[in-house]
């Protein structure tokens, strides 16, 4: 059986639509604001590199790896990661985090997330994206699935559950780059 990846990069058509989190817009203003003070300077070049990054994952650029579960981090199983860095000639500074939603129907787009735009450095990335997902450090997606599911009680508001998470949240607008 073939991946969501799989599938959708066999077809010759790829669809895709980009959909930048609020996180995703502060890290991307602050590293903008550092930009604006060192014109020329290594955020300056940064930042172009992210921005023609994101615009490499909206054309079905495929990232630089898959995510694993790993006991010391957030759950980001279902996520990519894709390196960026100012300088070619050193291990990339930064990660950018997505994942990646099969169409709710046929004929639609695949929509990449991009959660977090974060420093390599003792997993910054990692950590802030688990955050904005709601994911503490060391559950798997599984045992969080589980916890979050609703006690049958009438009296009690339904929790949130993680495949919840798949839909666009009514709180944050739906920005797409074009």
């Not at 129907?105 to 991009?114: C, S």
């Not at 049958?152 to 998470?165: D, H, K, V």
Request: with cysteine; charged share 25%; hydrophobic share 35%.
């Amino acid at each position: 059986m073939l991946t969501l990846r799989e599938s959708v990069m066999s077809e010759r058509r790829l669809l895709i639509r980009l959909l930048p989190t609020a996180g995703l817009k502060q890290d991307l203003q602050a590293l903008h604001d550092a930009a604006v003070m060192h014109p020329h300077g290594s955020e300056d070049r940064l930042l172009r590199v992210a921005l023609n990054q994101l615009g490499r994952i909206k054309q079905g650029a495929p990232s630089t790896h898959p995510l694993e579960y790993m006991s010391s981090y957030p759950d980001l199983s279902d996520c990519e990661t894709t390196y960026v860095g100012a300088d070619p000639g050193t291990k990339p500074s930064h990660r950018i985090v997505w994942r990646e939603r099969a169409p709710q129907r046929p004929g639609e787009p695949v929509t990449r997330e991009i959660i977090a735009l974060g420093e390599r450095a003792d997993g910054q990335a990692y950590y802030m994206a688990g955050q904005r997902l709601g994911r503490p450090v060391g559950f798997t997606l599984a045992e969080l699935a589980a916890q979050r599911e609703p006690i049958a009680s009438s009296s009690r508001p339904r929790q949130r559950s993680i495949g919840s998470l798949d839909t666009s949240s009514t709180n944050e607008p739906d920005f797409q780059f074009e």
